[in-house]
Nanobody, 125 residues
Framework: AVRLVESGGGLVQPGGSLRLSCAAS????????MSWVRQAPGKALEWVST????????YYADSVKGRFTISRDNANNLLYLHLNNLNTEDTAMYYC??????????????????WGQGTQVTVSS
């Protein structure tokens, strides 16, 4: 079964940085695009970023473009999201998700059945 385990969240001050990690198992990691999605309390689910199976293609939501970087380590079945210059609007639960295809698709939230349990990011002074 697909298993995705996120880590790296926490409390950070505005302007700070974090690196989220996602350990994947139960499927052939290097054959699928991967995504990050987030949900803030009382707000709709938001697609954040997607990376293709090879890592060569990446897409970002306008709200995070230039501040967040998605990457992957196919040798070790790991997905990352580097969060820089964080602001209070970035406070949310962040989920790692397996896409259904190998190529990256902009602004598409993967099937909820293929998400991890999430890691909380709180930006506050």
């Amino acid at each position: 079964a697909v298993r995705l385990v996120e880590s790296g969240g926490g409390l950070v001050q505005p302007g700070g940085s974090l690196r989220l990690s996602c350990a994947a198992s139960g499927f052939t990691f290097n054959e699928y695009a991967m995504s990050w999605v987030r949900q803030a309390p009382g707000k709709a689910l938001e697609w954040v970023s997607t990376i293709s199976y090879s890592g060569h293609t990446t897409y970002y939501a306008d709200s995070v473009k230039g501040r967040f970087t998605i990457s992957r380590d196919n040798a070790n079945n790991l997905l990352y999201l580097h969060l820089n210059n964080l602001n209070t609007e970035d406070t949310a639960m962040y989920y790692c998700a397996k896409d259904a295809q190998y190529y990256a698709v902009r602004d598409m939230i993967p099937d909820r059945n293929y998400w991890g349990q999430g890691t909380q990011v709180t930006v506050s002074s």
